[in-house]
């Protein structure tokens, strides 16, 4: 039995395989869009139809994948610094060499990487925006500052219980860590994106600023002063709570 040949309409057509990846990478494409003008113009003054311009998508489009612009700020928020700092957290988990170690490299490496990127100029966004977008702030120290407060000093924690680092506080050396780092970002794309010469190359400020961080960490770098040094069984090498410093 002969049977009539389907006609080609009737026939599902496959997606093109080009469509299928752009689809795929859409959401990328939209962070990224994003993540530039945000930085160059301010989120405030940005407006979401720049973005799906800029992205080669329509405005509804990009509701689809983000229904607001604050939810797409979480969203550049949490890819360009969230998701790096899980990925440093489980490489910490993972590190079997000293304490010292640990924190050179993942500062020096991993923030000299984060230094090269477009993701450096998160800091300027969030700092600059984040007092007229109270949720944004809860958000970013959330998922960001807490975080990375928890990896960074869990591992001077590792260090001091282990002998190789004196017994700081713990929650200060975070923030002597980690603060000029953020700084060096923010002026790459602030006084940085001028054409002045500011004598500061960030790949080397990173490295040398992390060694100097931990040479007045480790035990054999420590240097006389008036101030004694807290016994080692502080309370901050210990882990323990400290007045006005949350133990994690």
Not at 132 to 150: C, G, L, M, T
Not at 181 to 191: E, T
Not at 234 to 246: I, K, L, N, T, V
């Amino acid at each position: 039995m002969n049977h009539a040949p389907i006609p080609a309409a009737a026939v599902p057509a496959a997606a093109p395989l080009h469509r299928q990846r752009r689809k795929e990478t859409r959401p990328q494409e939209l962070l990224e869009a994003a993540l530039l003008l945000f930085v160059e113009k301010g989120f405030a003054a940005t407006r979401s139809e720049e973005v799906a311009r800029a992205a080669g998508v329509s405005k509804g489009t990009l509701y689809l994948y983000y229904p607001s612009k604050e939810e797409l700020l979480k969203a550049v928020i949490g890819h360009n610094l969230a998701d790096r700092i899980a990925e440093g957290a489980a490489l910490a988990a993972g590190f079997e060499g000293s304490a010292g170690d640990m924190l050179r490299g993942l500062l020096t490496d991993w923030w000299g990487d984060l230094y090269d990127s477009p993701a450096a100029g998160v800091f300027k966004l969030v700092i600059t925006e984040v007092r007229n977008f109270p949720d944004i702030a809860h958000y970013y120290a959330s998922q960001v500052v807490e975080p990375a407060r928890q990896l960074v000093g869990g591992i001077v924690r590792r260090g001091i219980a282990a002998g190789e680092f004196r017994p700081v506080d713990v929650d200060n050396a975070v923030h002597s860590l980690v603060l000029p780092l953020v700084m060096i970002c923010l002026h790459r794309h602030s006084l940085g994106a001028s054409a002045l010469d500011w004598h500061l190359d960030g790949r080397q400020f990173i490295a040398q600023h992390v060694q100097l961080l931990l040479a007045g960490l480790c035990q054999r770098a420590a240097v006389t002063s008036g101030t004694p040094a807290a016994p080692a069984g502080a309370a901050d090498a210990a882990g323990s709570p400290h007045p006005g410093h949350p133990n994690p």
